[in-house]
Every structure is written in structure tokens, then in C-alpha cells.
């Protein structure tokens, strides 16, 4: 049986980020403008860890309970 902890990425691409999220790469890239989804850079490359995509789903969460 497999650790399924072990078998996750540390962080995503922005295409495995818009995968996942099922939303447009303007969303993603406007997201990380605004700095409401924050990202890591290795080297000249851009990701986001899934801390951070889960983060910015739970804010969004909160946005429209508050609305």
C-alpha cells in the first residue's frame, strides 16, 4: 500500500494549478497579482504549493459567506 502523502508533488505548476482549480490562466495569473494566491519561484519557474491553492479556495470560501 502506498503512502499517498509521499505520492503528491510539493508544488504545482501554473497549468496544474488551473487543472485543478478548473479556472482560466487569467484567473490564476490576476489571483497572483492581487497576491491572493501567493507562489514560490525555483529558479526562473513560478509554482504554487497546494498549502497555497488551498488557502486561496478557503479564502474565496469566506468571501462569499461574508456577501
Given at each position: ?34 497576491g ?32
Amino acid at each position: 500500500m502506498k503512502d499517498q502523502a509521499h505520492d503528491q508533488p510539493l508544488v504545482w505548476t501554473i497549468d496544474e494549478t488551473i487543472e485543478r482549480a478548473r479556472t482560466s490562466r487569467a484567473t490564476i495569473y490576476r489571483e497572483i497579482k492581487a497576491g491572493r494566491l501567493r507562489t514560490v519561484r525555483i529558479g526562473r519557474r513560478r509554482y504554487v504549493t497546494p498549502e497555497a491553492a488551498k488557502a486561496w479556495i478557503d479564502s474565496l470560501a469566506e468571501d462569499m459567506e461574508a456577501a
